[in-house]
T-cell receptor, first 117, second 110 residues
């Protein structure tokens, strides 16, 4: 149980275009979803936290107009990188936690490798 | 402020050479300490959750223990496929984000 999927796994886009990444909880209802980015050989950097039906809470230094997060249902959250630039190239990972006795546990998706050319 | 420190940063073991990874933490009220394994280019894979001092959990060659200040991930007779980065994280209330350590990169040599 507790499976989280991401799509796409890899994406290459041109500078100035927008890219949408989907994160789905497949076998549980995710009341909260988190988005991270990770640079090579570094740990996870939290970008934002979203609760279903509410606006996302962004970490300091993360531009909310550039990284649009939508958590419209209990199984789906999306991250849209708008007007992407080469410095946005990174590994983006989502995670989800649900309700109930295991609500403190957080399960991660497989990640999306974004390359902006 | 919650803090998590993992040591060592990197560890190289011979196959079969048991060892332990350390995770020291400071948190206002622990709601869970989590261990994950991350392979290159993949998302973290959940291993264990520990909730209270004295708790232990095992999975194959891995055993996680918890005290009031730290957690250990013991690896018994490791194999090359255990090579990965092991991440420790803590949570101090319901749905707040996990606070991660920087990880320990484990290499097991055949």
């Amino acid at each position: 149980g507790a499976v989280v999927s991401q799509h796409p796994s890899r994406v290459i886009c041109k500078s100035g275009t927008s890219v949408k990444i989907e994160c789905r909880s497949l076998d549980f209802q995710a009341t909260t979803m988190f988005w991270y980015r990770q640079f090579p050989k570094q740990s996870l950097m939290l970008m934002a936290t979203s609760n279903e039906g509410s606006k996302a809470t962004y970490e300091q230094g993360v531009e909310k107009d550039k990284f649009l997060i939508n958590h419209a249902s209990l199984t789906l959250s999306t991250l849209t990188v708008t007007s992407a630039h080469p410095e946005d190239s990174s590994f983006y990972i989502c995670s989800a936690s649900g309700a109930g006795p295991n609500s403190y546990e957080q399960y991660f998706g497989p990640g999306t490798r974004l390359t902006v050319t | 402020e919650d803090q998590v420190t993992q040591s060592p940063e990197a560890l190289r073991l011979q196959e079969g050479e048991s060892s332990s990874l350390n995770c020291s933490y400071t948190v206002s009220g622990l709601r869970g300490l989590f261990w994950y394994r991350q392979d290159p280019g993949k998302g973290p894979e959940f291993l264990f959750t520990l909730y209270s001092a004295g708790e232990e959990k095992e999975k194959e060659r891995l055993k996680a223990t918890l005290t009031k200040k730290e957690s250990f991930l013991h690896i018994t007779a490791p194999k090359p496929e255990d090579s990965a980065t092991y991440l420790c994280a803590v949570r101090d209330s319901g749905n707040t984000p996990l606070v991660f350590g920087k990880g320990t990169r484990l290499s097991v040599i055949a």
